[in-house]
C-alpha cells in the first residue's frame, strides 16, 4: 500500500496539489460546496494512479484543490462505498492521500436517515460518536502498523473543538444543528422496521452507509476530524413508507446551503 500511496500522491503534486491544510468528502447531494472553492487544480479519479472509481450516478468522481475561507482545501467530489463492490480499504484510500498531500484536518459530510424521532428531514445532525456495522476495520490488513498504530485509540473520534465550533457557528447563523450518534450499514438496500427498532435500542440516532471508515482512517493517521449529516428521511418504523431516493437526493440538496455555511465558517476558523 505505501508504494500506491507514494504513486498516487507524487501524481496529484505534478499536477498542482501543493500543501493543503484541510481535506473535505462531500457526500450525497452535497456537491455545490465545489462553487465556493477558488479551484487551482483538479483530477478525475479515474486518471489518479491506484485510486478507486465512483460508481454511484449521484456522485461526481473529482478531487479538487483550491482555496476556501482562506485555507488549502483538497475535496473528493465523490466518495466511495462497500456497497459499491470495494474494499474498506479502497474505501478510505483518498484519506491516506490527503493526509500524505499534508492535510491535519478531514471534515466529512453525508446522508442519512433520522432513527431519532425528534429530528426531521431537512436538518443537519452534528456527528458526536459512531456505531460501526459495516463488519469490518478499514485497519485490518497486514503491515496497516507501519502506517500508523495498529490498535488505533478510538475513545473521541471526533474532535470536540472543531464540534463545539460548529455548535457556534450554527447558533450564529440560525441554522438547526442537532447532535447524535451515526450508526453505519453496508447497505444499498434500505433498513427494514425490525432493523430501525434495533438502531434505536443500539443508541443510533442517524444511520447511513458511510464516513465511519474514513474517520477510523483519519483518527489511525492522526488528524483532526469532523462530519455532519443532511438527515434525509425519517425512519419510524411504525409508519415506514416506501424510501424514494430522488427525494432523499431533493432533501439533501435543501439542507445543502446551510451545510455550506457551517463547512465554509468553520475553516476561516482552523
Given at each position: 500500500?505505501?508504494?500506491?500511496?507514494?504513486?498516487?500522491?507524487?501524481?496529484?503534486?505534478?499536477?498542482?496539489?501543493?500543501?493543503?491544510?484541510?481535506?473535505?468528502?462531500?457526500?450525497?447531494?452535497?456537491?455545490?460546496?465545489?462553487?465556493?472553492?477558488?479551484?487551482i487544480?483538479?483530477?478525475?479519479?479515474?486518471?489518479?494512479?491506484?485510486?478507486?472509481?465512483?460508481?454511484?450516478?449521484?456522485?461526481?468522481?473529482?478531487?479538487?484543490?483550491?482555496?476556501?475561507?482562506?485555507?488549502?482545501?483538497?475535496?473528493?467530489?465523490?466518495?466511495?462505498?462497500?456497497?459499491?463492490?470495494?474494499t474498506?480499504?479502497?474505501?478510505?484510500?483518498?484519506?491516506?492521500?490527503?493526509?500524505k498531500?499534508?492535510?491535519?484536518?478531514?471534515?466529512?459530510?453525508?446522508?442519512?436517515?433520522?432513527?431519532?424521532?425528534?429530528?426531521?428531514?431537512?436538518?443537519?445532525?452534528?456527528?458526536?460518536?459512531?456505531?460501526?456495522?459495516?463488519?469490518?476495520?478499514?485497519?485490518?490488513?497486514?503491515?496497516?502498523?507501519?502506517?500508523?498504530?495498529?490498535?488505533?485509540?478510538?475513545?473521541?473520534?471526533?474532535?470536540?473543538?472543531?464540534?463545539?465550533?460548529?455548535?457556534t457557528?450554527?447558533?450564529?447563523?440560525?441554522i438547526?444543528?442537532?447532535?447524535?450518534?451515526?450508526?453505519?450499514?453496508?447497505?444499498?438496500?434500505?433498513?427494514?422496521?425490525a432493523?430501525?427498532?434495533?438502531?434505536?435500542?443500539?443508541?443510533?440516532?442517524?444511520?447511513?452507509?458511510?464516513?465511519?471508515?474514513?474517520?477510523?482512517?483519519?483518527?489511525?493517521?492522526?488528524?483532526?476530524?469532523?462530519?455532519?449529516?443532511?438527515?434525509?428521511?425519517?425512519?419510524?418504523?411504525?409508519?415506514?413508507?416506501?424510501?424514494?431516493?430522488?427525494?432523499?437526493?431533493?432533501?439533501?440538496?435543501?439542507?445543502?446551503?446551510?451545510?455550506?455555511?457551517?463547512?465554509?465558517?468553520?475553516?476561516?476558523?482552523?
Amino acid at each position: 500500500m505505501i508504494k500506491f500511496i507514494t504513486e498516487s500522491t507524487e501524481y496529484l503534486q505534478a499536477k498542482g496539489f501543493e500543501n493543503p491544510e484541510v481535506g473535505i468528502i462531500l457526500g450525497t447531494g452535497l456537491g455545490q460546496l465545489v462553487d465556493e472553492i477558488d479551484i487551482i487544480a483538479e483530477a478525475s479519479y479515474n486518471h489518479i494512479p491506484n485510486f478507486p472509481t465512483a460508481t454511484v450516478e449521484f456522485h461526481k468522481g473529482k478531487l479538487i484543490y483550491g482555496e476556501l475561507g482562506g485555507k488549502k482545501v483538497v475535496v473528493m467530489q465523490g466518495r466511495f462505498h462497500i456497497y459499491e463492490g470495494y474494499t474498506l480499504q479502497d474505501v478510505t484510500f483518498p484519506v491516506r492521500i490527503m493526509e500524505k498531500l499534508g492535510i491535519k484536518t478531514l471534515l466529512v459530510s453525508n446522508a442519512s436517515g433520522a432513527i431519532n424521532l425528534n429530528f426531521k428531514k431537512g436538518e443537519l445532525m452534528l456527528i458526536d460518536d459512531h456505531i460501526n456495522l459495516q463488519g469490518g476495520s478499514p485497519l485490518a490488513f497486514k503491515g496497516v502498523s507501519e502506517l500508523g498504530e495498529r490498535f488505533t485509540d478510538m475513545s473521541a473520534p471526533y474532535d470536540a473543538a472543531i464540534n463545539s465550533k460548529f455548535e457556534t457557528i450554527a447558533k450564529d447563523n440560525n441554522i438547526k444543528l442537532h447532535k447524535g450518534v451515526y450508526a453505519s450499514v453496508v447497505g444499498p438496500q434500505l433498513e427494514t422496521r425490525a432493523e430501525y427498532r434495533m438502531l434505536k435500542i443500539i443508541g443510533s440516532d442517524a444511520v447511513g452507509m458511510s464516513t465511519v471508515p474514513e474517520i477510523i482512517v483519519a483518527n489511525h493517521l492522526g488528524l483532526k476530524a469532523a462530519a455532519v449529516s443532511v438527515l434525509t428521511d425519517e425512519c419510524d418504523p411504525s409508519n415506514l413508507k416506501p424510501v424514494d431516493i430522488s427525494e432523499i437526493i431533493a432533501m439533501a440538496g435543501k439542507a445543502e446551503p446551510d451545510m455550506i455555511t457551517l463547512f465554509k465558517e468553520l475553516i476561516k476558523t482552523l
